[in-house]
């Protein structure tokens, strides 16, 4: 039998090379030799040579199993060696963006050397081709990328790319040409230049430049040019010359200078001056002794006068024209008589340049041009933060005045009634008390002053000494009996176990926000401090100071209803200041409160109201002190006694004590095609949020979108232009102001570019931006700053903005605004903030370190001094790299002074000091220590209670322990080892333990194995109900439960870590007798929630610092800082290195780098997050995204679905690649934990995958084809799955176990997730982002709208790029033909059949677009020759032209509603949601009440509450998430009379009670107790009944609603509170009524018709019965008419149809707001 052996048995060879296999075989007689290659041939270069195999030059083809096969007589025998050949290709490179690239001097640029091929991967390098070095400027970066920053000129010629591999080497050629503006000089100067008449005028400029420039002349004739011929007298230079000069000739000259860089402009102005004895034009203006080409400042409402008057013999012969140097219009109200403009009542859009052009009235020659500019400038505005506090004595108080308006502007403080305390120090407009006193209590007043006028703002301080007890009093059972019920009982604390809770939000409120304190205005006495607004006489509670006077016993003694005084003047009087004469006390007038309904009282008053040395009784408090006027009724005791708050009427509202106005601040506004427009109203006295939008004949664009005196209408299409009005309610009437709209379909060929003066920034910095544009039509250019607004002192000056002394919050995106005649364009700039870069560089050495590094202990002062030697006088600047100064930093030259260091204030700290000659940086480093504790068995700190843990908690804790026994942490609700709820967490016997109760017994659960000691570990403790989990270092889930049928976990008493005060008052179930020895260096609350554990802690016993820095762990002379992390510390990196360790090279994030997007640290450098709608390698350039397309680290991410019961997602995709890739994801956990749900491509199919809890289920497609789109959609329900691929059979799955609820908290991702934050769960199977693209989503049945619908985005493209055929599609409607158009926001362009319209032709022909027929914001809804109007609420008639005043009753007509504020119900579980209606109708069908999810989400599976009339009998029905429960009437409601309905829900329970009669009851399946419903309430019916009741009902309400009661309103006034309704009538004044059920007839008696497709007529009888008219008629209703009268109605119709082909369609938005819009708080 022969033996085989193959050497080698495995080998791998390069591409190209040779490999060799010898066989060595015995045997005898000696054996063949065979040899074979398993399931393959043998390739091209395969040579046998007996025994040997040899791969020549070897392919990838060649790789494989190679078998030697050896037989003799005595048998056969194989042996196999395997062959593994690595592919070998050369590079191939392509230069971007193109290989010659034209630039101008100062510019930047880059080249990109793209490798196209190459394995392995090529190295890449960039070198001058004629071997001279790069420039300081020229910087070569990761990618192949050579960029060249603010080139000056050297950098001009070509460059080398080389790139190289195993393979091969290749280059390739760059070419770089620069080319610099020209530079013009202009003989005569200095300008201005005077002449004589007749002398000769010659003007001669020259301009350098490369290429070399053209040189032209031009006269500016009010700013705009006018070429004047001119000859040229050598190359580059221009001469303009005048022989014998006149008048005629003065003026402003401009010579422009062109080449292919741009165009440079200088100017110089001439002055021709009469020999004879003359005269000259002069300015006059109200300002006396304004200096001549000043500008003048005219306060705000002021007059202004311009005059140019000639004084001379001829001054009959000239005519006078006025125009504005920037061509807007003159302000409104101007007037010109002999000469002189005047301006009335001037606003600041009145401000600017204007121009006074004189010519001879008979040969209309221009004789003379003056100028004259003035600003109109305003008070200053006063923000004060904050305007109220209560601090403790010896706490370090801080309040800020800041005030805005023109500059320059005073701020000065006084303490009203007294002097400056002597703690105080002031700094500008901050005043900061060192040790505040209790007698420091009281208010202060900040002032504001400047040309303008005087502001004043009151800002005060409660110095509050009394302390409570750190417990509550421990009562005997028969007081406990006895006691009254008190706060306690109402804010519900102590819980009993009967009651259940359901919360599944991920709650976003702040951790402190505890379920276990009260809600805001009432304060316990359990620890702290007691804050009480009023005290009860009995001492039994605290109320609100709102809650005073109200009429309503909220102390159990009544006190807060005693000494209250109530006005009862009612009579007329002839010497009243009203309107209507209601007669007033003498100190009502001038009070600054308006008593009268017009504030007459309030008008024509002198006195000073802020003299507080003298008040009338009415201003004084029960001690005698004064208080100010704007302090009375406000909803803040400010008196003692709160007799501020006694004596309001309840009725009287506080209102600003100024004139409201409301005015357009640009009245005429021209946008091109596609562009965006922001028109805004400036509301002074009224609340931005009040004002109304309406466009003048015709109703709002769809992409309209309101905030409040804001409204934006974006992708602007021609039939966008109109006139838009703003409206608002005052004192005394309907406010408005209308602008203009213009869209034109042409665009303006400019080009703008934006320069700045130095090509790096760094803190303390002076930078010049420069905005220059080029192109034909005269421009103006304002500046703005993106997401935020231009820093306090920046300083735009035309097309300069100059930003002084920069600060690290300076980053950002810069925009150039460039408004022209024909429109308006945008340039962006990002603009970075460095930190320390100098030629003084200070910095960190590879070998030492070059600054000074402070340590001070966690909560001790600081003091920090600059000192250089540099020449008087010197400024000095202080920032923190990376960050801001400590917001209890105090600076003071070259001194800055933190009082109370903090872990956050650690970081290196910049002093600038600069001279009239050069600037120097000094660093500091400062370390915090004694940041993390450092426990021994006897020490503990206690926290607040562990917030919303009623339910569900996560925990994480990082610690390193000293020995193995000992309570890290421990929470629980009393203080008692026999009973009450707990959770604990420590060691026993080396072991991690987690254990809770929730009543019936604890929970156990422990590691596998023991933690080392002295070593760092993190766990993760979860529980959701009975179960919980723990997971110790990333390690296995180890699980366990609690016993009994109890849910809740309740925790009252303080969280404490590493023991407690008394080991002897923990539940005896706990599991810890001793305290913890050890480190703590992290606690995370809810994944997110990072604890600043010595900061937070109320009590610190026997705590040391833990010293986590010993041995500094940092690298590359990085310096460690304890922090709160996984290990104790993290390292501050010096310069160029990044990571944990400072173990990565590339330059760290730093502020505004990424532009609008957002900026990672990662090894080698740091990467931008761009948004959706931005690229680059900054996020400095916009894309019009249509179809997102997805790459590496791309995603878009989703409001988090409701899914408990039910999810599906809908999508549309193209996979560019079928490698694993993530398409879809969310889940329970930010840490990869927990339940979830994913679409992803696995292994080339789609994989739809659910976790409820118990197991993953999991669905798969057939393999998947590459670049062909793929329709998907994925559904759960409880533990059923399914998925749809193309429209094909359906897949159906089930998950284990016996979970059914999908609990999903992170947002639901599309692409990818972030990386940054987000985990994917294991389960999962993929880790990767999805390739390709998306064009349709749907999440649980609803349309999702990419852009406008998204929380959050990263580095999202279009999909194909640039070169996308739009057109392909066919996306015109209506036979409309699409053409590509680059310059539209939609990449095409539809050309419309006549009578259509919209971006898509979408819009067809009929009345609503042709002749606009609806009123006062009302929306056109219709056919071609129908239509009804739907009137927003306070207006009705055929076309909603009249005003109707809807109080607390309201007609409804069936496609009528209402939209309250959902916050008028109690949002707490436990408190009952109580409704009372008194109505009357006869018909059997109607939506009553509606409250669940918002108005553009399916009602199908969502929570709700809803009181409907079905077959005439009442339906109560409401879904806490487990099914509906329903509760009917025993009696029919449609037969006309009045009836009242209450309806009530608690938890599981409801009640029904129809007129007084048996209650009738029901109740809700399941366990769960909570209505979630993020919509708001909806009464007589809702915008949309299919989609939001899911088509259970099909018509709203038709009656009358006599009386609305919602919560503990008993009576609500449906104008007053409601924030929009629709179609909305008066009720009928006479008790019975006959109803028409079809046409819409005009009446003219009682009302006007709510402008439904319904109208009702009066009847004597007190019965309804119902009538019918025959026809249809789209008219409206006018009014009400007697059933005995005929029928008065006129109604409008276009070729009219027997049948109504009308069907309403859905409301995607709200149709009116309401000026006043109210939300109201609910306290337990």
Request: proline share 5%; hydrophobic share 30%.
């Amino acid at each position: 039998m022969p033996t085989v052996q193959i050497q080698p048995d495995r080998q791998t060879v390069n591409q190209g090379s040779e490999a060799e296999l010898t066989c060595i075989v015995t045997g005898s007689p000696p054996p063949d030799i065979k040899w074979s290659k398993v399931n393959d041939e043998f390739g091209v270069g395969v040579r046998v040579e007996g025994n040997v195999l040899r791969i020549i030059s070897a392919v990838v083809s060649d790789r494989g199993m190679y078998v030697c096969t050896a037989e003799n007589a005595g048998g056969t025998a194989q042996a196999a060696a395997i062959v593994e050949v690595e592919r070998r290709e050369p590079p191939t490179v392509q230069i971007y963006p193109q290989v010659k690239q034209t630039i101008v001097a100062g510019a930047s640029a880059l080249f990109q050397c793209h490798l196209t091929g190459g394995i392995p991967t090529p190295t890449v390098r960039w070198a001058r081709t004629d071997g001279r070095p790069l420039s300081l400027n020229t910087e070569t970066l990761n990618g192949g990328v050579l960029r060249f920053n603010q080139v000056q000129g050297d950098e001009e010629g070509s460059y080398t790319c080389t790139a190289e591999n195993d393979a091969g080497r290749v280059t390739a050629v760059a070419m770089l040409e620069i080319q610099s503006l020209p530079v013009i000089s202009i003989r005569p100067g200095p300008s201005p230049y005077t002449l004589q008449v007749g002398q000769r005028m010659r003007l001669e400029c020259s301009a350098r430049g490369d290429p070399s420039p053209s040189v032209t002349w031009q006269k500016l004739e009010v700013n705009f040019p006018t070429t004047v011929s001119s000859q040229s007298t050598a190359p580059n230079v221009a001469v303009y010359e005048v022989p014998s000069a006149s008048k005629s000739d003065s003026g402003t000259y401009q010579c422009s200078a062109t080449n292919a860089a741009g165009v440079s402009e200088e100017r110089i102005q001439i002055v021709v001056e009469d020999v004879l004895p003359g005269f000259k034009p002069v300015v006059d203006t109200t300002i006396p002794d304004a200096p001549e080409a000043a500008t003048i400042f005219v306060p705000i409402g002021g007059n202004y006068e311009f005059s140019c008057r000639e004084q001379g013999p001829d001054a009959s012969s000239i005519i006078y024209d006025f125009r504005r140097s920037d061509n807007r219009p003159l302000p409104r109200g101007y007037r010109i008589e002999n000469g002189v403009l005047y301006l009335t009542s001037v606003d600041q859009a009145a401000s600017g340049e204007y121009a006074c052009v004189g010519s001879d009235r008979i040969s209309g020659r221009i004789l003379f041009t003056i100028y004259a500019t003035f600003e109109v400038i305003a008070p200053p505005r006063i923000t004060l933060d904050p305007a109220r506090q209560i601090v403790r004595p010896g706490d370090l108080v801080r309040i800020r005045c800041t005030a805005t308006g023109p500059q320059p502007i005073t701020i000065n403080w006084s303490k009203e009634g007294g002097y400056m305390p002597r703690t105080v120090i002031m700094n500008g407009g901050e005043m900061m008390f060192r040790g505040i006193e209790t007698s420091d209590a009281g208010r202060y007043i900040c002032q504001a002053v400047n040309n303008a006028g005087t502001a004043r703002a009151v800002a005060e301080v409660v110095v509050n000494a009394v302390k409570a007890e750190d417990t509550l009093p421990e009562k005997t059972p028969k007081q406990d009996a006895e006691k009254k019920p008190g706060i306690i009982d109402t804010l519900g604390i102590g819980v009993t176990e009967d009651v259940f809770f359901d919360q599944f939000e991920d709650d976003e409120e702040d951790y402190f926000d505890s379920s276990s304190t009260p809600e805001e205005g009432y304060y316990l006495k359990v620890g702290g401090e007691e804050v009480c607004e009023f005290m009860c006489r009995d001492e039994t509670m605290c109320v609100l100071s709102s809650q005073l006077c109200d009429g309503k016993r909220n102390c159990p003694d009544g006190s807060d209803e005693e000494e209250c005084l109530k006005d009862t003047l009612i009579k007329t009087c002839e010497d009243s200041p009203c309107g209507n004469k209601l007669c007033l006390a003498k100190h009502q007038i001038c009070d600054g409160i308006p008593d009268c309904y017009d504030a007459g009282d309030e008008k024509g008053c002198i006195d000073d109201i802020f003299d507080l040395t003298k008040c009338s009784d009415f201003f004084k408090c029960g001690d005698g002190k004064c208080y100010p006027f704007y302090l009375n009724c406000d909803g803040e005791c400010d008196c003692s006694d709160c007799k501020d708050e006694k004596i309001c009427l309840r009725t009287r509202r506080h209102i600003r004590h100024e004139e409201p106005l409301l005015t357009a601040i640009q009245q005429d506004i021209v946008r091109f095609v596609g562009q965006t427009a922001e028109l805004r109203c400036e509301a002074s006295g009224i609340d931005p949020n009040a004002v109304s939008w309406s466009r003048l004949r015709g109703s709002l664009p769809s992409s309209a979108v309101i905030r409040g005196n804001l409204l934006r209408l974006a992708s602007l299409r021609p039939e966008d232009s109109g006139q838009y009005q703003c409206e608002a309610r005052g004192p005394t009437g309907f406010l408005s102001s209308v602008i203009t709209l213009n869209v034109l379909t042409g665009r303006q060929s400019l080009d703008i570019r934006i320069i700045p003066s130095r090509p790096n920034v760094r803190i303390g910095d002076d930078i010049d931006l420069t905005c220059e544009v080029s192109g034909q039509a005269p421009a103006s250019v304002t500046w703005k700053r993106m997401n935020t607004g231009l820093p306090l002192n920046a300083q735009p000056r035309e097309n300069v903005l100059r930003l002084i002394n920069v600060q690290a919050n300076y980053g950002g995106i810069y925009q150039c605004v460039v408004t022209t005649s024909t429109g308006v364009f945008e340039e962006n700039f990002p603009l970075a903030i460095q930190g320390v870069i100098s030629s003084e560089r200070v910095d960190f050495e590879l070998n030492q370190r070059s600054v000074m590094t402070r340590s001070v202990a966690f909560g001790l002062s600081v003091i920090m001094e600059c000192h250089v030697n540099l020449t008087p006088p010197v400024s000095y600047t202080w920032s923190k790299q990376g960050g801001e100064l400590p917001v209890n930093s105090l600076v003071e030259n070259n001194v800055l002074n933190i009082p109370e260091v903090h872990t956050e204030d650690a970081g290196l700290f910049v002093c600038t000091a600069s001279n009239a000659e050069r600037s120097l940086d000094q660093a500091t480093l400062l370390v915090v220590t004694g940041v993390i504790p450092r426990f021994s068995e006897n020490s503990y700190l206690s926290l607040p209670t562990l917030p919303r843990a009623y339910l569900a908690f996560d925990l994480e804790i990082s610690f390193k322990p000293e020995t193995g026994d000992g309570l890290i942490l421990y929470n629980s609700q009393r203080e008692s080892q026999e009973d009450g709820d707990f959770v604990s967490f420590g060691l026993s016997g080396g072991y991690a333990e987690f254990r809770f109760d929730v009543g019936s017994g604890p929970a156990v659960i422990k590691s596998r194995q023991p933690l080392a000691l002295n070593k760092w570990h993190t766990v993760k403790l979860s529980r959701d109900r009975k179960k919980g989990s723990m997971i110790v270092d990333d390690g296995e889930q180890i699980m366990g439960s609690s016993v009994g049928r109890f849910l809740g976990l309740d925790l009252v008493r303080p969280m404490y870590l590493g023991g407690v005060p008394d080991f002897d008052r923990i539940h005896q179930e706990a599991g810890f007798k001793t305290g913890y020895s050890g480190c703590i260096s992290r606690l995370v609350i809810r994944n997110s929630v990072t604890l600043d554990l010595m900061r937070d802690s109320k009590t610190k016993i026997g705590i040391r610092p833990c010293e986590t820095c010993i041995g500094n762990p940092c690298q590359n002379n990085g310096v460690c800082q304890e922090a709160y992390t996984e290990v104790g510390h993290k390292c501050i990196c010096p310069a160029g290195f990044s990571g944990g360790l400072c173990e990565n090279t590339g330059e760290a994030c730093y502020p505004g780098v990424c532009g609008t997007g957002r900026c990672v640290n990662k090894p080698g450098g740091f990467e931008c997050f761009c948004p959706f709608g931005t690229f680059g390698q900054r996020c400095e350039r916009d894309i019009m995204i249509q179809e997102p397309a997805f790459g590496d680290g791309s995603y878009i991410a989703y409001q988090t679905p409701r899914a408990l019961k039910r999810f599906s997602v809908d999508l549309n995709f193209k996979p560019e690649s079928l490698e694993d890739g993530l398409l879809m994801y969310c889940s329970q956990k930010y840490r990869g934990e927990g339940d979830f749900a994913s679409l992803a491509i696995r292994n080339k199919r789609l994989e739809f995958r659910f976790n409820t809890g118990s197991g993953t289920a999991t669905l798969q497609s057939e393999p998947l084809l590459q670049d062909e789109w793929v329709e998907v959609r994925a559904n759960r329900t409880d533990r059923r799955g399914s998925m749809t691929i193309n429209g094909g059979q359906m897949q159906n799955t089930e998950s284990p176990g016996s979970n059914r609820g999908l609990n999903l908290i992170t947002p639901l991702y599309i692409g990818g997730v972030d990386n940054t934050r987000v985990e994917i769960s294991p389960e999962v199977g993929v880790e990767d982002g999805f390739k390709g693209c998306v064009k349709e989503i749907k999440i649980m049945d609803q349309q999702v709208r990419m852009a406008e619908s998204l929380v959050d985005s990263a580095n999202v493209g279009q999909c194909g790029g640039a070169t996308i055929a739009f057109c392909s599609t066919n996306p015109c409607l209506n036979n409309g033909q699409c053409s590509e158009d680059p310059g539209s926001p939609h990449g095409f362009s539809c050309s419309c059949q006549e009578g259509y319209s919209g971006h898509k032709c979408e819009m067809e022909p009929g009345v609503c677009t042709i002749i606009r027929p609806c009123k006062n914001g009302a929306s056109c809804v219709g056919s071609r020759n129908e239509y009804s109007c739907n009137c927003p609420l306070g207006f009705a008639g055929q076309h909603c032209e009249h005003n109707v005043d809807i109080r607390e009753s309201a007609s409804f007509s069936g496609d009528s509603w209402v939209e309250f504020d959902k916050l008028m119900l109690p949002q707490e579980d436990g408190q009952a949601q109580k409704l009372t209606f008194e109505f009357s109708t006869i018909k059997p069908n109607g939506l009553l009440f509606w409250y669940g999810q918002e108005p553009t989400v399916s009602g199908r599976g969502q929570d709700h509450i809803s009181v409907a009339i079905k077959d005439g009998i009442i339906e109560f029905t409401f879904d806490v998430g487990t099914g509906p429960a329903m509760v009917r009437s025993p009696s029919r409601v449609d037969d006309g009379e009045r009836h009242t309905l209450t309806v009530e829900r608690a938890g599981r329970q409801g009640i029904l009670e129809l007129d007084g009669s048996v209650r009738e009851y029901g109740q809700s399946p399941g366990i769960l107790h909570m209505l979630n419903a993020e919509g708001n309430i909806y009464v007589g019916g809702v915008p949309d009944l299919a989609l939001m009741t899911d088509n259970v009902y099909t018509t709203g309400f038709q009656g009358c609603i006599h009386r609305l009661a919602i919560g503990e309103e008993q009576s609500i006034n449906f104008m007053d509170r409601a924030l929009s309704g629709v179609n909305v009538n008066t009720c009928p004044s006479s008790s019975g009524w006959k109803h028409t059920t079809e046409g819409r007839n005009s009446a003219s008696s009682g009302g006007w018709s709510s402008g439904s497709s319904s109208s009702w007529s009066s009847s004597s009888s007190s019965s309804w019965s119902s009538g019918r008219s025959h026809g249809r008629n789209s008219g409206r209703s006018d009014g009400w008419s007697s059933a005995g009268s005929q029928d008065q109605g006129s109604s409008r119709v276009f070729n009219s149809y027997e049948k109504n082909h009308y069907t309403r369609p859905a409301y995607s938005h709200r149709t009116y707001k309401r000026t006043e819009q109210t939300s109201r708080k609910v306290y337990n």
